[in-house]
């Protein structure tokens, strides 16, 4: 434990010198652009918890790559319904879980509601990956901008921002909730209205995000530089950067930044 902490440590050290030496020299260009992240299933791992509540209530049901695709649905299905309590259709959060059981077809009766709760709860234990704690606090240190655009519930999703103690990294005024706004993705318009509270002196804006529908297509369509976090193979443009895990997503965010300045 004494030497994974101390490699640790290490490893954070090797990362702030470097930050500090390449934005350090171009500290005066990157004040002009802005970092924004969406948070579930970029910053917040949701699979992770799916994934625990699968193997909690139908162990060893399914494999990796079976999970990963229905996992895909879920995500697809809560979206739609978001999107529906938007439109003024009031379906249970619970209801997402109801293609999950048609799929497994459990030989004992499961409530979805259940299935929810243990849900939410493996969820409220996920924390920030290593990956992203390094990148935020180096661009925090390099002065550059970041925020948080996310859709949801205020309570919920600022419940989440506490989770992640995103606070020590992304100032509060740049922290934007969909029902705060009064608007959402994937209208581009929710993009436009956070980008009109940005400090004038900023030129452009990267977002990282995981829904291409959602995230990575009105990004693009408000004028921003959408980054791909595409952990589960989705199909869309191939002119869109993307990266398959955390890691090459901090890799292609930190060249963009770099290599584009204004």
């Not at 995500?75 to 293609?99: C, F, M, P, T, V």
Request: charged share 25%; net charge neutral.
């Amino acid at each position: 434990l004494a030497l994974t902490e101390k490699s640790e440590r290490q490893r954070c050290d090797v990362w702030d010198y470097v930050s500090w030496y390449y934005f350090g020299t171009v500290r005066n260009m990157l004040d002009k652009q802005a970092v924004f992240f969406d948070i579930d299933d970029t910053l917040l791992d949701n699979y992770c918890a799916f994934k625990e509540t699968i193997q909690e209530f139908f162990p060893g049901s399914l494999n990796e790559f079976a999970l990963k695709r229905l996992y895909r649905n879920f995500r697809q299905n809560s979206e739609k319904i978001y999107q529906s309590y938007l439109d003024g259709n009031r379906k249970h959060k619970a209801d997402r879980w109801r293609l999950v059981l048609q799929t497994l077809q459990p030989t004992s009766i499961v409530n979805t509601s259940e299935l929810d709760d243990y849900y939410h709860l493996r969820q409220g234990k996920q924390l920030l990956s290593k990956e992203m704690q390094l990148l935020l606090r180096s661009l925090k240190k390099s002065g550059i901008l970041c925020g948080v655009l996310t859709n949801g519930f205020t309570l919920q999703q600022q419940n989440k921002i506490d989770q992640l103690m995103l606070n020590q990294f992304i100032d509060p005024n740049w922290q934007f909730i969909s029902e705060e706004i009064d608007d959402a993705k994937p209208n581009v318009s929710c993009f436009q209205k956070v980008a009109k509270q940005l400090p004038e002196q900023i030129q452009r804006i990267y977002y990282l995000g995981d829904s291409y529908s959602n995230d990575i297509i009105p990004a693009q369509m408000a004028g921003w530089r959408p980054i791909w976090l595409n952990r589960f193979g989705d199909k869309g443009e191939s002119a869109i950067i993307q990266a398959k895990n955390a890691e090459e997503a901090v890799v292609l965010l930190l060249s963009q930044l770099l290599s584009n300045r204004v």
